[in-house]
């Protein structure tokens, strides 16, 4: 009877500890080489990295190790605290890569911009006992912080980023990058750790999105309906209706929302500059406004001064068709978007594109058969008629 208890509790109290062993996260049983020890740890979500920690409330100073895995690659590793908001302008950084003599640099850097080149530079609280490793492919950053305020919880992120030489090169800022969501907050006290996406990365979506959906495809659209279906005497003047109907909706999305939203972007972006694809952004929306303003002033149709407007009104619109097609694929360069996209884009601009043909077809062939076949109809009942009254006389 006795063995029976023995065995149901040494089950028991084995079950316990593997369940314990289990709630562990996997950093929880890494064993630094150096001997160190850390009484918390999280595995972060993204970049196959991890943080040690030991914090003392007392001091509010805190001990961390900022560890990177599967290093196959010379490539810098960055952990950073912003006090001041949950982005990357502000964060305090400590940074570390192999440099090409094989010396490793472990340094902090204050990043003021998205151009940053992670410059060394001191940060806005002490630092102390600044090192770090690489070896075994992994990559770790010791350092003691003494954060200001009587606070455990703070924003932070971390990075990883390709080399040139020895200087840390620009992060992958594609919109399904790990490295876009590599941020959040840390409370140094329970351990819970809540990660973000950006906003900046958020807002470039929309910007992509609106823009596509006025420049790429409404305008497109506006231009086959002003072009083909006004040629249908039945159609008039729905067509018009329709025409402006639709380089309204893409003027208010893409050369009010859309530039907008560019415009709140490059202010926000200090040091990132896409040049030509602001460039082309600015013209376009010149060329909108024009069209929307020369619409509203257009003069009459029997007006001596209509053929100008018309060519205006043409070779406006075919140039804001060109540049807004082309700044869309500039867009998906910069945004790093996925080749479903682009695929998906082109989809529809050789839709329309096909659509114009044959519709061009049509127009330019079809319909003048038919009005020349209609033209031989009457002259051969005005040939007939004629007969007949010569027969009666």
Not at 83 to 107: E, K, N, W
């Amino acid at each position: 009877m006795a063995c029976n208890w023995i065995f149901l509790i040494t089950i028991f109290l084995a079950v316990l500890a593997l369940s314990c062993i289990a709630q562990q996260p996997p950093c929880a049983t890494y064993k630094f080489s150096n001997n160190r020890q850390f009484s918390s740890c999280s595995d972060l979500p993204v970049l196959s990295s991890s943080l040690h920690w030991n914090y003392h409330p007392s001091s509010n100073e805190v001990d961390v190790a900022f560890r990177h895995t599967g290093v196959t690659d010379r490539r810098w590793i960055a952990w950073a605290v912003n006090p001041t908001s949950g982005g990357m302008i502000g964060s305090q950084a400590i940074v570390s890569f192999p440099r090409m003599d094989g010396s490793l640099a472990v340094y902090t850097s204050p990043i003021t911009s998205y151009g940053t080149r992670l410059e060394q530079g001191n940060l806005s609280f002490p630092v102390l006992d600044l090192s770090a490793t690489n070896q075994n492919n992994e990559m770790i950053i010791y350092a003691s912080l003494k954060l200001h305020g009587n606070i455990s919880t703070v924003n932070h992120l971390w990075q990883v980023g390709p080399m040139s030489e020895n200087t840390p090169m620009m992060h992958s800022v594609a919109p399904s990058s790990p490295n876009v969501k590599s941020m959040g907050t840390l409370d140094f006290l329970s351990g819970r750790i809540t990660t973000r996406r950006s906003s900046s990365s958020t807002l470039k979506n929309i910007h992509g999105i609106l823009n596509t959906v006025s420049w790429g495809i409404l305008m497109p659209i506006g231009a086959v309906i002003a072009r083909y279906l006004k040629r249908f005497e039945s159609a008039d003047p729905l067509w018009f209706y329709l025409h402006v109907s639709c380089q309204l909706l893409a003027y208010i999305l893409g050369g009010l929302a859309g530039f907008g939203t560019g415009i709140f972007l490059g202010a926000r972006s200090h040091g990132v500059e896409h040049s030509c694809h602001k460039i082309i952004g600015i013209v376009l929306f010149c060329l909108a406004t024009a069209q929307v303003f020369g619409g509203l002033v257009r003069p009459d149709k029997d007006s001596k001064y209509r053929p100008f407007f018309n060519w205006f009104h043409f070779l406006a619109g075919c140039s804001t068709l060109i540049l807004g097609i082309f700044n869309i694929y500039k867009g998906f360069d910069i945004l790093h978007a996925a080749k479903f996209w682009r695929l998906a884009y082109s989809g529809i601009i050789l839709t329309l594109l096909l659509a114009t043909l044959l519709l061009e077809i049509c127009t330019r062939w079809c319909k003048p058969r038919t009005k020349l076949s209609l033209s031989n109809t009457v002259e051969k009942n005005t040939s007939t008629v004629i007969a007949v009254a010569s027969v009666e006389v």
